[in-house]
């Protein structure tokens, strides 16, 4: 359940910054299949993995926290 809030929220910034799935895959180092199972839900991020998303999208770590995870 947790993992498919991470995946809602991570999908949606990606997608409001202009990043296709394989695009950003591809900027934060990861494999497609990767990014596709955080954002389905299928997977938990990793604190890393974070990082080098809030880093790539500008935005914070706690920004991206969905908001009943804060």
Same mark, same amino acid.
């Given at each position: 359940? %947790?993992? +498919?809030k991470w995946g809602r929220r991570i999908?949606?910034?990606?997608?409001?910054?202009?990043?296709?799935? %394989?695009?950003?895959?591809?900027e934060i180092g990861v494999s497609v299949s990767l990014l596709g199972e955080? +954002?389905?839900g299928?997977?938990?991020?990793?604190?890393?993995?974070?990082v080098e998303v809030a880093e790539?999208?500008?935005?914070?770590? %706690?920004?991206?926290?969905p908001p009943e995870l804060k």
């Open positions: 359940m %947790e993992a +498919e999908r949606a910034f990606r997608k409001l910054k202009g990043y296709t799935q %394989e695009g950003f895959a591809k955080v +954002e389905r299928n997977r938990k991020p990793t604190d890393d993995f974070l790539m999208l500008h935005v914070s770590i %706690e920004e991206l926290r």
